[in-house]
């Protein structure tokens, strides 16, 4: 949370500025509002053949666990930009053309994820500093049990439900959970 203000460096405080519907942190000296705003998370369901590409976090949260390749994205990059750096950062895979395929909103969490679905272009990939290990899951194989995060287990329902179809349609969703202590 803000405490100081980026102009000035006076206290901010909670306020409702004028024309607004809700609290801002405001500045107390030269009124500088700050808005604070979802973070938008990207990343790639890589698939080759009928497997799919996952990596084992090296990191917090959820060090361990298995996930897509995806991050936050950065200033100036389209999220397709991002979702290729991504899965390149923590899987070292080169991916084809990138599909949009799903916007998934973690509200309690201020996060919004946009997904895209891609092809490996070859089988050469490798760990980043933020994977213990990167793996190709076939469905039956999945460690379902072991998914790091709720978003990234629904979007890889839905995408092996879509496969079996044949058809891939956008999905948009709203993720709830409990958060963890």
């Known amino acids: ?15 409702y500025p004028p024309d607004e519907d809700r609290e801002r942190l ?11 705003n ?21 990191i917090e949260p959820r060090l361990g666990k298995w996930t897509l390749p995806a991050g936050y994205l ?3 990059e389209t999220v397709a930009d991002g979702a290729r750096r991504e899965t390149t950062e923590e899987a070292g895979a080169e991916t084809g053309e990138l599909i ?12 919004v994820y946009m997904m895209f679905r891609t092809d490996l272009l070859h089988t ?20 379902w049990d072991e998914m790091a995060f709720k978003v990234i287990r629904v979007c890889l329902e839905r995408f092996l439900a879509d496969r079996s179809r ?10 709830t959970f409990v958060k963890r202590s």
């Open 1 to 15: 949370m803000i405490k100081f203000c980026n102009k000035c460096g006076s206290k901010v405080t909670s306020a």
């Open 26 to 36: 405001v500045c107390q000296s030269c009124g500088f509002v700050h808005y604070e």
């Open 38 to 58: 979802p973070k938008m998370v990207v990343g790639c369901i890589p698939v080759w053949k009928d497997e799919i590409l996952l990596v084992r976090r090296a």
């Open 74 to 76: 950065e200033n100036g």
């Open 100 to 111: 949009p395929y799903g916007l998934y909103n973690l509200t309690s969490v201020n996060q």
């Open 124 to 143: 050469d990939f490798r760990g980043g500093t933020e994977s213990l290990e990167v793996k190709l899951f076939k469905e039956s194989d999945i460690p």
């Open 166 to 175: 044949g058809e891939y349609p956008f999905h948009t969703d709203d993720i």
